[in-house]
């Protein structure tokens, strides 16, 4: 395990005997200003750590909701450097933080010079859905070059092979998808997530924290009763599309993390 911020917050809320609760909210939406303020809302109510995500204009595992305010995010124009601008609020406000993007937008900017940016505002790495540790040697490089984590993706599909080489190129945690396709709120989470997190179990000792389709408190226990961590997206994220004006969009987001927080607590 590195010696992060999100390392320090898994290992306790593992001595607490509980999961720790990871909520995604994407920068810029529904204004960049209103977006950390969002972050800063679920740190209040519970969230251990922060997913930040940066809109991209190719998502691939991002589900209609998640589309639908990153694509609003890039309309308001938002930029690559407003994600390290949230990065500084959250760790200000207390929480872990970590960066979901994909890799092009990196690429871009420079990895070395991403990274760097990165652990200057606080960011403990990237989550990468669309990098698979085969084609990581940049980011490899640059997030030992400044320390960071990189969380790299396992899915109910991949063979025993690809969770072996896929954990020992993980770092911080390892992110375990409960099912194959993208985002958004399930009505059960399934067998899948628990069948695959006792896969990788096997194989690493690295944490594993399980995203994908969960969107209520009684989800969260459920899941955080065999992960290391749970991860919560589109169900907070609607809270802020559906609600009529950031206030109210807010006072929804409040509510909701602290029903997740509460799941993560029994």
Not at 67 to 86: H, P, S
Not at 125 to 143: F, R
Not at 213 to 229: I, K, L, N
Request: with cysteine; charged share 20%; hydrophobic share 45%.
């Amino acid at each position: 395990m590195s010696g992060s911020r999100v390392s320090a917050v898994l290992a306790d809320t593992k001595a607490q005997g509980r999961s720790a609760l990871v909520g995604y909210l994407p920068v810029g939406f529904p204004t960049v200003e209103g977006s950390i303020r969002a972050m800063e809302v679920m740190v209040e109510n519970g969230v251990d750590i922060v997913e930040i995500g940066l809109p991209y204009t190719d998502p691939l595992m991002d589900g209609p909701v998640i589309q639908t305010a990153a694509t609003r995010a890039l309309e308001n124009g938002v930029r690559v450097a407003d994600v390290f601008k949230a990065g500084e609020a959250v760790s200000a406000a207390g929480a872990a933080a970590l960066v979901m993007t994909y890799w092009n937008p990196v690429l871009r900017y420079g990895a070395d010079a991403f990274a760097r940016q990165l652990s200057a505002s606080g960011v403990s790495g990237l989550i990468t859905p669309d990098l698979v540790p085969d084609e990581a040697q940049d980011w490899i490089t640059a997030s030992d070059a400044h320390d960071l984590d990189r969380v790299f993706l396992v899915a109910p599909s991949s063979t025993d092979e690809r969770l072996v080489s896929t954990t020992a190129a993980s770092r911080g945690f390892v992110y375990a998808t409960s099912l194959m396709g993208v985002t958004g709120a399930r009505a059960s989470v399934g067998e899948a997530a628990s069948v695959l997190v006792e896969r990788v179990r096997r194989v690493t000792d690295v944490p594993v924290c399980v995203g994908l389709g969960v969107s209520t408190g009684e989800q969260v226990h459920e899941v955080g009763q065999f992960a290391d961590g749970v991860i919560v997206g589109s169900a907070l994220v609607r809270c802020l599309l559906d609600a009529p004006d950031l206030d109210s969009g807010l006072q929804a987001l409040g509510a909701l993390t602290r029903e997740l927080a509460a799941g993560c607590r029994r």
